[in-house]
């Protein structure tokens, strides 16, 4: 099992019992202890755990906001399906905002040669996708814009700057990432100017479309975005469960299910 295969599933174990012991895992994963200490460690680094003596728990901490880094080894299979559908709701022609997150990058991967568009994103990941020259050389690519402003550790772009260059946009659809989803919290972040900058996103869009895998639905942030009733859309991945749409589909008019490649 490669190594972030191996961290994948820990941080599932951790996503779903809170904590875990070096040594059960050693066992699950049928690795050695020393090899999940690594495990741990690299973990850790990226802030996506907190280890403590034998094991190690999970960062879930609403102001506590993960490192792209470590957001993107997880459900990577479950962002791609996700990016597969979302992409599919972006006509030819459209200015399109799309906020930073590990899932909007995958839809923006699939945007990159469409030269009818116009995506302003606060995002420099995005960013980079859609316009790094050293890719292999396009027929087309879309017209990007970057808003500015300051950096968080998820790669967004916030702040006074980042509000005022999206204030002089109007745009055909928003795609938002989110750090949680709820029902009651509606669509939230860690980081206070994030929101911030989220909304801004939300608010210059004609329809929103809302991008989240399965283990973000009941996740609460500690800073809120919109109300779950703003969004248009939701693009989710099969992994959730028949409770959570039904509850879902009384608050967002068009929930939409990606099948997962498995």
């Known amino acids: 099992m490669l190594p972030a295969e191996r961290r994948r599933r820990i941080l599932e174990v951790l ?57 993107a080894t997880r459900e990577t299979a479950e962002k791609r399906a996700i990016g597969a559908c979302a992409a599919h709701l972006v006509d030819d022609g459209m200015t399109v905002a799309i906020s930073a997150g590990t899932t909007t990058l995958e839809v923006a991967r699939l945007l990159r040669d469409r030269d009818s568009l116009t995506v302003v994103t606060n995002s420099i990941a995005i960013f980079s996708e859609l316009t790094d020259p050293d890719a292999t050389v396009r027929r087309s690519r879309p017209t990007v814009v970057l808003t500015g402003g300051t950096r968080t550790p998820s790669d967004a772009l916030v702040g006074p700057v980042a509000d005022a260059a999206l204030a002089s946009f109007r745009v055909d659809l928003t795609l938002l990432g989110v750090h949680g989803l709820d029902i009651d919290a ?28 399965h283990t973000k639905v ?45």
Do not use: F, Y
């Open 15 to 71: 996503d779903r019992e809170g904590t875990a012991r070096v040594t059960d895992l050693a066992d699950e994963l049928n690795v050695s202890e020393m090899t999940v200490r690594r495990d741990l460690e690299a973990l850790q680094d990226d802030e996506a755990l907190h280890k403590v003596h034998g094991g190690a728990v999970a960062r879930h901490s609403r102001g506590e906001e993960p490192r792209s880094a470590a957001k």
């Open 186 to 213: 509606g669509l939230t972040t860690p980081n206070m100017a994030e929101a911030a900058t989220n909304r801004r996103l939300v608010e210059i869009g004609r329809t929103l479309v809302v991008v989240a895998d």
């Open 218 to 262: 009941g996740e609460v942030g500690a800073h809120v975005i919109v109300g779950l009733d703003r969004a248009d859309t939701l693009v989710v991945d099969d992994g959730l469960s028949d409770t959570a749409r039904i509850v879902l589909d009384r608050h967002i008019r068009d929930v939409r299910i990606a099948p997962v490649a498995r």
